[in-house]
């Protein structure tokens, strides 16, 4: 299992060096071959590595989930209207955990699997229930990325709309009753 926690600035060295995707081939006269998984992959890593920038602004939240070998998973946020309504800017498992499976209980889950279950848990953490019933997650997800677009739509997540190459997805997630 892996250790959740929210980043501090001394993990920047840490997540300057997470790896999530592989080094692109090239092809004989030398242009890269690149497909829109790793094309995405390669937005997530450069986005962790070079994206979060410490100290965080308010209302950023970079979740880290570590195992024995360092960050393994990273999910970076912000609030658009508090935290009841945020953006996923970047959710990435490392280059080592990518296809491994784990048992939870009686479950078969993927790290993805895991980490957008932590991320939506911190979400629902972080709002007073007296005040909020619900929080709505939205997040952009290259229009090629495929594995991507099944992991949110497993989770809930509605598709809404594509512009530009890019797909729109959405979720409400329910505080529970108090």
């Known amino acids: 299992m892996l250790d959740w926690h929210y980043a501090s600035d001394g993990e920047y060295a840490d997540l300057a060096n997470f790896v999530c995707a592989e080094t692109p081939g ?15 992959q390669l937005v997530a890593q450069t986005g962790i590595r070079d994206g979060i920038q410490f100290p965080l602004p308010r209302d950023e939240h ?38 491994c499976k784990i048992r939870v209980g009686s479950q078969v889950k993927t790290y993805g699997d895991l980490l957008i279950e932590e991320f939506e848990s911190r979400l629902l953490e972080n709002v007073d229930p007296a005040l909020v019933r619900c929080v709505s997650a939205y997040c952009v997800i290259d229009s090629d990325n495929g594995p991507s677009q099944r992991l949110v739509q497993r989770h809930g ?22």
Not at 26 to 40: E, I, K, T, W, Y
Not at 75 to 95: D, F, Y
Not at 159 to 177: K, S, V
């Open 26 to 40: 090239r092809d004989a006269a030398g242009h890269l071959q690149m497909n829109g998984v790793l094309r995405s």
């Open 62 to 99: 970079v979740l880290i989930g570590r195992d024995q070998h360092g960050a393994a998973a990273v999910a970076w946020w912000c609030e658009l209207a508090g935290p009841q309504r945020v953006k996923l800017l970047v959710m990435a498992v490392s280059l080592r955990l990518r296809g």
């Open 157 to 178: 997540y509605y598709y809404m709309a594509e512009t530009d190459g890019h797909q729109e997805w959405w979720t409400r997630l329910d505080l529970p009753e108090v």
